[in-house]
T-cell receptor, first 111, second 115 residues
Framework: KNEVEQSPQNLTAQEGEFITINCSYSVGISALHWLQQHPGGGIVSLFMLSSGKKKHGRLIATINIQEKHSSLHITASHPRDSAVYICAVRSMWNTGNQFYFGTGTSLTVIP | DTAVSQTPKYLVTQMGNDKSIKCEQNLGHDTMYWYKQDSKKFLKIMFSYNNKELIINETVPNRFSPKSPDKAHLNLHINSLELGDSAVYFC??????????????FGSGTRLTVV
């Protein structure tokens, strides 16, 4: 079983819809990372969280440490948001700055 | 100004060949990584170096050998390539491992196809 589980695996939305991607993890963590990978492959860091909530433009990331859960929200979705979104966590016991990665959520936003 | 740059971006080669992928970061980060992304898009760590020292060496075939000439470079050499080595390989870097909340900066990936 993977230490990090994401849902849904695939998501199709109409332009303008509010989108939520979920991440649950099974280890105690010191940090959680949301990444975005566009078709064509490059990976971009979106957020780094250890508590609470962060916002950047139309993207909002929240984390609940007690429930071992994080969500990534996209408001007013746009076709350019179509990408794979990856959740990654760093175990609090890990001294090598290694992250455990989820399998990703593939988002397609239709015009 | 590319923060983490990998070369080549695409690599097509025959089984049995030896190939290298290069990675350089200009961020002043102390730690560099190699990740393999399989066909299902799952990222799996292969190696991690901190200040030129190997700190993570996951179970990968010993045909894969990382080399870090200095903390800004981490190259990946693969001997006797096999079909199953086909994947996208990502290099990444991060600040000092002792600082808890630093994330990663990724390179753009190298798509390796073994034929």
């Amino acid at each position: 079983k993977n230490e990090v589980e994401q849902s849904p695996q695939n998501l199709t939305a109409q332009e303008g819809e509010f989108i939520t991607i979920n991440c649950s993890y099974s280890v105690g963590i010191s940090a959680l990372h949301w990444l975005q990978q566009h078709p064509g492959g490059g990976i971009v860091s979106l957020f780094m969280l250890s508590s609470g909530k962060k916002k950047h433009g139309r993207l909002i990331a929240t984390i609940n440490i007690q429930e071992k859960h994080s969500s990534l929200h996209i408001t007013a979705s746009h076709p350019r948001d179509s990408a794979v979104y990856i959740c990654a966590v760093r175990s609090m016991w890990n001294t090598g700055n290694q992250f455990y990665f989820g399998t990703g959520t593939s988002l397609t936003v239709i015009p | 100004d590319t923060a983490v740059s990998q070369t080549p971006k695409y690599l097509v080669t025959q089984m049995g060949n030896d190939k290298s992928i290069k990675c350089e970061q200009n961020l002043g980060h102390d730690t560099m990584y190699w990740y393999k992304q399989d066909s299902k898009k799952f990222l799996k760590i292969m190696f991690s170096y901190n200040n030129k020292e190997l700190i993570i060496n996951e179970t990968v075939p010993n045909r894969f050998s990382p080399k870090s000439p200095d903390k800004a470079h981490l190259n990946l050499h693969i001997n006797s390539l096999e079909l199953g080595d086909s994947a996208v390989y990502f290099c990444a870097s991060s600040q000092d491992t002792r600082r808890a909340n630093y994330g990663y900066t990724f390179g753009s990936g190298t798509r390796l196809t073994v034929v």
